[in-house]
Structure formats: structure tokens, C-alpha cells
């Protein structure tokens, strides 16, 4: 079981900066790779940003130069940080950790942020 306790979501005006955090725990459990969806109401989840165990990044197009992912390992912390924000980032935040063995794929989820930008 892994259990994933975020924070940090708020109110930002357009422009500003927001760091969201992804706190991980669960027996051996060490986080080393994660996603980040968002949410806005009436549509579909959509990825943010991941990365993979190995470090490599992918974003969505929207997000690209913008936003990056970094995860503290000392801390077993993922983070969203999330520059020159823009009102269409308004959205609930969420992270995402996959687990893969013997037993068949989990998904774990956050239980959300809100993130608010105002123009």
C-alpha cells in the first residue's frame, strides 16, 4: 500500500509562482518516479507532468518551460512547481504513483489540491 497525502494548493495571480507537494509513504515504499493530473470540473483528467525512476521528464505541451517535477528522495516528496502561471492552470492537482509486479499494476492518488489563478 502506498499512501499519498498532498499540499500546497492555493490562490495565485496570473504570472506568479505555486509549489505543490506529494508526500509518499508506505511500508519500503520509496518514491522514485510519479505523475501530476489535473482536473478541471466537466472534463477529463489530464497529465501534467511525470518522471520516470530514471529522471527522464515529459510534460504536456501546455505546461513545457513552464512547470517541472522534481522529487526529493530524502523526504520521499514529489513536487509540482509551477511558474508563470496561467488562469487556464486553474484546476484541482493531483499525483499519481504506479506500481507494477507480480500481482498486476496499481494506480495510486493524491487526494487532490486546488490550484486558483487569477488574472
Known amino acids: 500500500q502506498v499512501q499519498l497525502v498532498e499540499s500546497g494548493g492555493g490562490l495565485v495571480q496570473a504570472g506568479g509562482s505555486l509549489r505543490i507537494s506529494c508526500a509518499a509513504s508506505?511500508?519500503?515504499?520509496?518514491?522514485?518516479?510519479m505523475s501530476w493530473y489535473r482536473q478541471v470540473s466537466g472534463k477529463q483528467r489530464e497529465l501534467v507532468a511525470s518522471?520516470?525512476?530514471?529522471?527522464?521528464?515529459n510534460y504536456a505541451d501546455s505546461v513545457k518551460g513552464r512547470f517541472t517535477i522534481p522529487i526529493d528522495g530524502a523526504k520521499n516528496t514529489g513536487y509540482l512547481q509551477m511558474d508563470s502561471l496561467k488562469p487556464d492552470d486553474t484546476a484541482g492537482y493531483y499525483c499519481?504513483?504506479?506500481?507494477?509486479?507480480?500481482?498486476?499494476?496499481?494506480?495510486?492518488w493524491g487526494q487532490g489540491t486546488l490550484v486558483t489563478v487569477s488574472s
Open positions: 499519481n504513483v504506479r506500481r507494477v509486479d507480480d500481482r498486476g499494476t496499481f494506480d495510486y
Open positions: 508506505g511500508s519500503s515504499f520509496r518514491l522514485r518516479a
Open positions: 518522471i520516470t525512476s530514471g529522471g527522464r521528464t
